[in-house]
């Protein structure tokens, strides 16, 4: 009896084991999404993890107008979180794995960002810093208004 009940807790076990590794480490899901990077910030209460947001521009197909689709994201690696402070509001593609559950430690979202595919400006026409002033012509754009700072 004691070895039918040890076979049956360790078949338990197993299956727990299996449950946990397919429900949280078993990669779903990859690719690359792209769009404007809206921001990247370390938040936690327990676990201190760096979020983000990806806004994608789209066109409806049924109704008239443009829609915005936003892809949040979690970032485990702080020098990659680091680097993607730096570029929001630029045009980025971001490589990401899916799992089909978050972990506390690995991010809020089961969507996990684990590297820049690659990144330029909205605008890049200029560089940055150098929009035009009050005061100063700008012949490529001349809808483009600069103020002074």
């Given at each position: 009896m004691k070895r039918v009940l040890s076979i049956i807790v360790a078949l338990l076990i197993g299956a727990a084991a299996v449950f946990f590794y397919f429900r949280f480490y078993f990669v779903f899901g990859e690719g690359v999404k792209s769009g404007e990077l809206n921001y990247v910030v370390r938040k936690g209460v327990i676990f201190k993890t760096y979020e983000g947001k990806l806004i994608q521009a789209g066109f409806r197909a049924q109704t008239a107008g443009v829609q915005?689709?936003?892809f949040e994201f979690s970032v485990p690696n702080k020098e990659l979180?680091?680097?993607?402070?730096?570029?929001?509001?630029?045009?980025v593609e971001l490589h990401y794995k899916e799992y089909f559950g978050a972990l506390p430690w690995r991010g809020f979202t089961k969507f996990v960002v684990d590297s820049i595919v690659s990144y330029r400006p909205i605008y890049p026409q200029y560089a940055?810093?150098?929009?035009?002033?009050?005061?100063q012509e700008d012949k490529s754009h001349p809808e483009v208004q600069?103020?002074?700072i």
């Open positions: 915005s689709y936003e979180a680091e680097r993607l402070m730096l570029l929001g509001g630029q045009s940055p810093g150098t929009l035009p002033f009050k005061g600069g103020e002074e």
